[in-house]
């Protein structure tokens, strides 16, 4: 288990006021890969795959945390942290993995090229970057969703979890862990397979990836359902199923690099939207 609080060089702490300086703030977002479009202080916007403005307005994220402590699990850039803190959460913690070796990858793991790990590194700097742009409290933990529990990190009134488990060899084992800290609600926001939800829609359901990148299984939302009942959560509410799309910036830069069919069928899926489902559940 690798645990422990990440704070980069460099950046601004939390307790002081956020980097209003334009050279500065623009040195800092170029430096760094990102994964979200977050909202800075000089109102400009991190350049990120995903900007998740319409998603937060369509799943029943709370509008007030006020004396909350919450958690975000496989927080990245720390898009849905931030926006807890925002919202008047006491607390807010945020895990993820912060070495590529921790990832569920199919065994034997593909070596990584010198560009790749670059980006990698890139992509590492983004949230502590957002953390310092934004004078932002939110505390990260470099644990593994495997690895929550009541002794590590206490227990939550609110956690959000979203596009992860699709990442995970054991999604169930994840929620269980997640079941384990949770005191309040789950707010579970998941990528699902639109044709087995058609053709199966009351058949817990799953295909299962095993191409060389971390990608496992993609459920139904009849599976994604029997997820939580198995980790020991009552689903309260379900949504329908919706698209998520990628930001503009993303399409244009894959937009070049149509070279191969599995460039093409990606590029395809960014336009039309990653269909995505919310559940919210309650541990029993």
């Known amino acids: 288990m690798r645990r422990r609080n990440c704070n980069l060089p460099g950046l601004t702490p939390a307790s002081s006021s956020p980097t209003t300086d334009p050279a500065a703030l623009r040195d800092a977002v170029a430096a760094a890969s990102w994964y979200h479009t977050i909202d800075l202080p000089d109102g400009t916007r991190t350049p990120g795959e995903y900007d998740l403005k319409a998603t937060l307005a369509r799943i029943p994220f709370p509008a007030d945390l ?4 919450c958690l975000d699990v496989g927080t990245r850039d720390g898009f849905w942290a931030f926006e807890m803190e925002r919202r008047g959460a006491a607390e807010v913690v945020a895990i993820d993995v912060g070495d590529v070796a921790d990832l569920d990858w199919p065994q034997p793991p593909r070596p990584l090229d010198a560009e790749t790990r670059a980006e990698l590194e890139r992509r590492g700097r983004a949230f502590d970057t957002a953390r310092g742009l934004l004078g932002s409290g939110v505390r990260r933990e470099l644990l593994s969703v495997y690895d929550l529990s009541p002794t590590t990190l206490g227990s939550f009134d609110f956690v959000f979890l979203g596009t992860l488990l699709l990442h995970l060899r054991d999604p169930v084992g994840a929620l269980t862990a997640v079941a384990g800290v949770t005191r309040g609600h789950l707010l579970l926001n998941e990528p ?4 087995l939800s058609a053709l199966r829609r009351r058949s817990p359901t799953a295909a299962l990836h095993t191409g060389a990148d ?3 299984w993609l459920p139904n939302t009849a599976a994604l359902r029997r997820y939580l009942d198995a980790a020991g959560f009552a689903v309260e509410a379900q949504g329908q199923p919706y698209l998520i799309r990628n930001s503009p910036h993303l399409d244009l830069a894959s937009a070049r690099q149509l070279r191969t069919l599995v460039n093409l ?3 395809l899926l960014l336009r039309i939207g990653a269909p995505h489902a919310w559940l919210v559940a309650r541990p029993v």
């Not at 699902?192 to 044709?195: A, C, E, M, R």
Request: aromatic share 14%; glycine share 8%; no cysteine.
């Open 66 to 69: 006020t004396g909350r402590r």
């Open 192 to 195: 699902i397979s639109v044709s």
């Open 214 to 216: 971390p990608f496992w």
């Open 265 to 267: 069928r990606r590029h």
